[in-house]
């Protein structure tokens, strides 16, 4: 019997390992990794219990279907590799047939990677249209010294990436707000980005949106095309405020009457909530330092936190 069910070092060579807190994306994503540690260790016990190695293999890690998962990760082809700015990238992966990620708006998933034998996840919401078929796309900042984005950048055309999800989302329903404030910093664009396209794409959903995007210069704009395409729209405005830019002189025409040089602070919120045509249920999207401030001004101008959505 002893052979059959394997000596007690055996099993503890099997048993799942806790995650190290590289593994966890942060992003409240349920089930969140350790979540998932807890079930495989419950189903190692019972195993090792009975006794029994089988019940071990009823659902390895990598899901077979091509299809999203929350529990397990499936992996993506990569089509595409687009450089936006110096150090920012929009990387398009491949999905079967005509099939769609099945997201609901402002969505994230969860990305894994293996960098120097430690594994990492970070969450990323995908830029592309929820209802976009046979593709989506993500947009991510590489850091010099980012665990993940070395792995990111070795990225190219053909390559499998591994994914988890979906998780989170802003619940949107068309015309269920007058207006939409959008705060953005940086990548902090993508969830905002399926958001507006939902609604520029429904005729009958009539939501105002003013999208105010933070970014150091203008060079560091993301997807200005796409941007200028969406504020053309009756209901869309497009701000930008650039921290690092002190004068308007050398940018477009068309961009200087709605961008701002500076910081967004308390003053610049007051200015483009007046400037607002209905009292608007707010978006923020970006760094936990701008998420607090954002929430600090608007709280400052009458805004409370149960008009605010923070991604």
């Known amino acids: 019997l002893q052979a059959m069910s394997g000596s007690e070092e055996d099993w503890l060579a099997l048993r799942p390992q ?9 992003g409240g994503c349920k089930p969140c990794i350790y979540d998932l540690y807890e079930k495989e260790l419950a189903r190692w016990e019972r195993a090792k219990a009975k006794q029994d190695k089988s019940l071990l293999t009823e659902k390895r890690e990598q899901s077979s279907n091509s299809v999203l998962n929350p529990d397990t990760f499936t992996a993506f082809s990569v089509s595409s590799v687009e450089q936006l700015t110096e150090d920012t990238y929009q990387y398009k992966f491949e999905l079967p047939g005509n099939s769609s990620l099945q997201l609901s708006l402002g969505q994230h998933i969860v990305l894994r990677g293996i960098v120097n034998g430690l594994e990492v996840q970070r969450a990323y919401t995908p830029i592309s249209p929820v ?11 590489c850091y010099e010294a980012g665990l993940m984005s070395q792995y990111i950048k070795t ?4 390559d499998m990436v591994s994914w988890r999800g979906p998780f989170g989302g802003f619940p949107y329903q068309p015309n269920k707000h007058g207006e939409l404030l959008m705060l953005a910093s940086g990548t902090g664009l993508a969830p905002m980005l399926p ?29 200005k095309r796409l941007l200028q ?10 701000f930008y405020v650039l921290s690092q830019e002190t004068s308007l002189e050398e940018l477009p025409q068309s961009y200087q009457e709605n961008t701002y040089t500076g910081r967004l602070n308390e003053d ?5 909530l007046n400037s607002c045509r209905r009292r608007p249920f707010v978006l ?7 998420n607090e401030d954002m929430t600090r001004y608007l709280k400052a101008t009458g805004i409370e936190e149960d008009s605010c959505f923070v991604f």
């Open 155 to 158: 990225w190219k055309k053909g």
């Open 195 to 223: 958001i507006l396209q939902s609604i520029t794409d429904d005729e009958e959903d009539e939501t105002f949106v003013t999208l105010v995007g933070c970014f150091p210069t203008f060079d560091k704009i993301y997807l």
């Open 284 to 290: 923020i999207c970006g760094s936990s330092e701008f």
């Open 131 to 141: 209802k976009a078929e046979g593709y989506f796309e993500v947009l991510i900042k």
């Open 268 to 272: 610049l919120m007051k200015t483009i």
């Open 18 to 26: 806790e995650p190290s807190p590289s593994q966890c994306c942060g």
């Open 229 to 238: 395409e969406l504020a053309r729209y009756w209901n869309i405005r497009i």
